[in-house]
C-alpha cells in the first residue's frame, strides 16, 4: 500500500504568521485609539451635565444638612415657608420656568471645578533646572557608538525625566531617571559619581536616597524628610528589644508610639534585639566628640535598667553617667583606671559562672539557674583612654578584659556596648572590632568612614551639618539606616533644657545606694567571693 505523502510546510508561513501578527497589533493599536478618543468626546458633550449633577447632589446634601442642624421646634415654620414660597412660584406668571433656571443656575455654579489650577509642565525656573541636570549627565550616560542616544547635548530631556517633583524652593525633591542599559550600574564607583553629580546640581545640605533599579535602568531620587528629634522616653518594647533611635519609614515596617510635647505620633525605630537568640549580641558606637555617643549609651542604659544590671566604665572622665551612681540595678560606675579593671575582672568572671552554671545545668536536664537569666550590660565610653594610661603605668589594658564577655556573651546573657572616637580606631582590640557586628556612627562622616566602619555604603548622601544625635546604623549584615538618638543628655548639665532634664530623670530608677558608698560594694555582695576560673573550663557557644 503506498504511503500518503506529508504536506511539506510552506517557506512563507512563519513570515505569513508574522505578517497577520503585525496587522491584529495595529488594529488592536487603532481601536484602543478609537476607544480614547470617543471617551474623551464623550466627556466634552457631557461635562455640563455632569457639572449640573454634581451641583445638585451638593445642594441636596447643603439641604440634609440644614434640615438636621434646625432644632425640631423650629422645623415647623421652616416648612411653612418653603410651601409658601413653592405656591407663589408656581401663581407667577412664568414662576416654574424661572425657578428651573435659577436652580440650574446655582447647580452649574456650586457643581464647578473649585480645585486650583495646576500648570500642565514645569515653570522656566524649573524647566532650566532640569535641562542642567540633563546636560550634566551627558558625559556619564551617553556613547559615541549609539545610534539614538538618551542623551546628547541639547537634546529632549522630557525622555530621559518622565517623572519629577519641586519643593517650595524651586529645588527638585523627586525625580526619575532613565538611563541607557549599557550603563555600568553594577559599579560601586560609576554609582557614586552619579551620586555625587546629582547632589551636587540639585543643591547641597540636603540628603537624598538613591533607588537603583538595574532591570529596569531606572534611578530614582528623592529627597529625604528630617529625622524626628523626640526626647527620651519609655519604649513600648519587650525584654531584649532595645531603640537606638528613630529611622525613616520606608526602610522598617514597625512603629512605636512616642510622645513629643502635647503631640503623640507612630515613629519607625530602629531596635537592636539581643540576648541568647541575638545574631548581634554587643554594639560599637563611633563618632566625633560632640556627636552624641554619650547620648546613646545613656539612653541604652536606661533602657537596659527595666530588665537587667548595668556596669559603666567611662575613659573620659567627664561625670557624664554621675545620674547613675546608686541607682537600682547599677552595679559600679567607674572613671578611674583602677576601678575599671576591677569592675571588667570581676565581668569576666560572671561571664565565666553563669556559662560553667547554664551548662551544668543543662547537662543534668535542668532549666539555667535564675542567678544567670537577668541581662548584664557593659558599658564603655571611650576605653582606648585607658588603654593610654594603663600602658604608661605598666599596668594591664582593661581591652584584655573584654575576651571573655565578647566571647562567649551572648550565651552568658552578657552584652558589651563600646563608644569610642574616630581617631582612636585603631587603638581598639582585635576582640572589640571582630565580636561587634551591630554598629553606628554618630555626627558627620564621609561616605568611605562609613564604608570602613558599618562595612557598607548608605544608600543616601552624608552631609556635613547634622544635629547631635544624627549618624547611621547597620545591624550585622542588614541595611543601612540613617538614625537619630532620642535626646538623652546629662540631667546634671546646666546646658540641659528643663524638658530633657526632667524627661531624664522620669526615667531614672530609685536610688538604693548612698553616694558615698563604695561602687564595687554591691559586687562583692552580688557574688561571695568569685574564684577564677581556668580557661579549658569554660564550654564555648554552641553555634
Known sequence: MARRPLPRILSTGSAQIARNRELARAQIARSRELARTAADSASDVLHPLITITRGLRRLASAGRRKWADTP????????????????????????????????????????????????????????????????????????????????????????????????????VSSLLIRYPAYFTDGEAQSRARIEHLLTTKSGR?????????EEGNELTVTVLAPLPTGAAQRFVTSP???????????????????????????????????????????????????????????????????????????????????????????????????????????????????????????????????????????????PTAFSHLAAADDRKDPQSLLQVPLRHGRAAGVTVVVAD??????????????????????????????ESVLGAPPHTTPVADVPPGRGY????????????????????????????????LDLLPARTTPLEAEPLGRLEKTEEAPQPVPADAVVAESS
Open 72 to 171: 425640631k421646634d423650629r422645623r415647623g415654620p421652616l416648612l411653612f415657608l418653603v410651601a409658601s414660597v413653592i405656591l407663589v412660584v408656581a401663581l407667577v406668571p412664568y414662576g416654574p420656568l424661572l425657578a428651573v433656571i435659577t436652580l440650574m443656575a446655582a447647580a452649574a455654579w456650586q457643581g464647578r471645578d473649585r480645585g486650583p489650577s495646576t500648570p500642565d509642565g514645569p515653570d522656566e525656573s524649573q524647566t532650566e533646572r532640569l535641562r542642567s541636570l540633563y546636560e550634566a549627565l551627558v558625559p556619564y550616560f551617553s556613547a559615541a557608538e549609539d545610534p539614538a542616544p538618551l542623551y546628547a547635548h541639547g537634546g529632549e530631556w522630557e525622555k530621559a525625566f518622565p517623572e519629577y517633583e519641586f519643593d517650595g524652593t524651586g529645588r
Open 205 to 213: 545640605g540636603r540628603e537624598y536616597h538613591f533607588a537603583w533599579d
Open 240 to 382: 531584649g528589644e532595645t531603640v537606638l533611635g528613630f529611622t525613616d519609614a520606608t526602610q522598617v515596617q514597625r512603629t512605636l508610639p512616642l510622645t513629643f510635647g502635647a503631640e503623640q505620633r507612630d515613629v519607625p525605630p530602629v531596635v537592636w534585639r539581643t540576648g541568647i537568640r541575638s545574631t548581634e549580641p554587643h554594639l560599637l558606637v563611633i563618632g566625633q566628640p560632640g556627636s552624641g555617643t554619650s547620648t546613646l549609651l545613656r539612653s541604652i542604659a536606661l533602657q537596659a535598667l527595666q530588665y537587667g544590671d548595668v556596669v559603666i566604665v567611662e575613659g573620659g572622665s567627664t561625670g557624664e553617667y554621675a545620674c547613675l551612681i546608686g541607682r537600682d540595678g547599677v552595679l559600679a560606675v567607674e572613671c578611674g583606671l583602677a576601678g575599671a579593671l576591677a569592675s571588667l575582672e570581676w565581668a569576666a568572671t560572671e561571664t565565666e559562672r553563669r556559662l560553667i552554671a547554664t551548662n551544668r545545668a543543662r547537662q543534668i536536664g535542668n532549666p539555667p539557674p535564675e542567678d544567670t537569666k537577668r541581662p548584664l550590660w557593659i558599658l564603655l565610653d571611650r
Open 421 to 450: 572616637q574616630w581617631d582612636s580606631m585603631d587603638a581598639l582590640s582585635d576582640a572589640v572590632r571582630q565580636h561587634t557586628r551591630a554598629r553606628v556612627v554618630l555626627g558627620p562622616a564621609t561616605a568611605q568612614q562609613l
Open 473 to 504: 546604623a547597620r545591624l550585622g549584615t542588614g541595611p543601612v539606616h540613617r538614625l537619630q538618638v532620642p535626646a538623652t543628655p546629662d540631667p546634671y548639665d546646666d546646658a540641659t533644657s528643663e524638658a530633657h532634664r526632667q524627661a531624664v
